[in-house]
């Protein structure tokens, strides 16, 4: 979304007008669900995706019809048996899309869209609110902003205020991935994590490997002193620890310090060998409690027999999506 986003803005002062289309509800088995969202042109599509296929290259048709009415509107697809077959599918469902019209120049939405790089780069939990009508307002909104705070969860969702239908979607995520330990795996997993919206912060305590160098998907790296973590950084409820350094000594004392933190998900690389002796480790020397340890998933990773670093780090983002996914759901 941030890179859709920067599109729009270089567009819009080119002087092109433009069509955000978004999935605002589905159900069924439909290709792409609520949130789902792609930026048309006169061209086509420049950014984003609904899920391909026939309603894809439906939705682009409309946003065309769009461009030319310069309006704003919406439209629902009700892929009974006779759709499916009409459009060429092979499942069925329904979903409600709206097509944002998005006029060249707009100072609002050019105003939006610096905003909202704003706060990607200061990592500030964010949400998009788009208006489900006509005139098809965008802005953007935190929890401090009473009236719209009680709207403002995890899940995508339609609501109704102010007498009017909205859509309201997280933007930016306050959390971020806490990566100790720059080796192999690490430098193969932050490009997959970053790809796929989540913001990585690496540490290690040796200057070749806390290098930005070798994590330009990374959003800070750090030198630092594993047994000083809280010198160099916070974590919080928000945020996934995936610990991988270069040994026992430095995976255990990361440990003892990130789950009296608390954080949403702690995943510690390698065996459950060596997981049983560090757990001893961090009841006895350092008196963590069996609740605080049993926040630690490790062997860290989705079980598809990974191998190579590259296999490694695709297993630990799956597992990561995975989890995210979870919350986002409860």
């Known amino acids: 979304m941030r890179e859709m986003l920067r599109v729009m803005k270089q567009r819009l002062l080119a002087g092109e007008d433009l069509v955000m289309v978004t999935v605002t509800a589905s159900s069924g088995a439909t290709p792409r669900g609520a949130g789902a969202r792609m930026l048309v042109g006169q061209s086509g599509r420049l950014r984003g995706t609904i899920g391909g296929g026939a309603v894809e290259y439906r939705c682009q048709q409309l946003a065309q019809t769009v461009l030319a009415e310069k309006s704003s509107r919406g439209h629902d697809f009700s892929l009974t048996r006779e759709d499916v ?170 440990q003892a310090q990130v789950l009296r933190c608390h954080p949403c998900y702690c995943g510690v690389i390698g065996s459950r060998h060596k997981a049983a002796g560090v757990r001893k480790a961090l009841k006895e020397e350092y008196g963590l409690t069996e609740a605080e340890l049993e926040q630690v998933t490790t062997p860290i990773g989705l079980g598809i027999q990974a191998e190579t670093p590259a296999e490694i780090a695709i297993s630990i983002a799956a597992q990561l999506i995975q989890h995210r996914a979870g919350r986002n759901s409860r």
């Not at 709206?98 to 050019?110: I, M, R, T």
């Not at 401090?144 to 009680?150: F, H, K, R, S, V």
């Not at 995890?154 to 009017?164: C, D, F, K, L």
């Not at 795996?185 to 989540?198: D, N, T, W, Y």
Request: proline residues 4%; contains cysteine.
């Open 85 to 254: 077959e009409h459009l060429g599918m092979i499942c069925g469902g329904a979903c409600h899309v709206f097509f944002h019209y998005l006029p060249a120049g707009d100072p609002a939405l050019l105003a939006l869209a610096d905003a909202a790089e704003e706060r990607f780069a200061q990592g500030m939990e964010t949400w998009l609110v788009s208006e489900l009508s006509d005139g098809g307002r965008l802005f953007l909104a935190d929890k401090e902003n009473a009236a719209w705070a009680p709207y403002l969860t995890r899940q995508p969702h339609r609501v109704e205020a102010a007498g009017r239908e909205w859509y309201v979607e997280q933007l930016v995520s306050g959390g971020r991935v806490y990566v100790f330990g720059g080796g192999h795996v690490a430098q193969e997993l932050v490009p997959v994590l970053a790809h796929v919206g989540f913001r990585c912060v690496v540490m290690d305590d040796r200057p070749e490997f806390a290098d930005k160098a070798l994590f330009p998907g990374a959003e800070q790296v750090i030198l630092g002193d594993f047994h000083r973590i809280a010198d160099f950084l916070t974590i919080g409820g928000e945020d996934y620890v995936c610990v991988m350094t270069r040994g026992h000594a430095g995976d255990t004392v990361v």
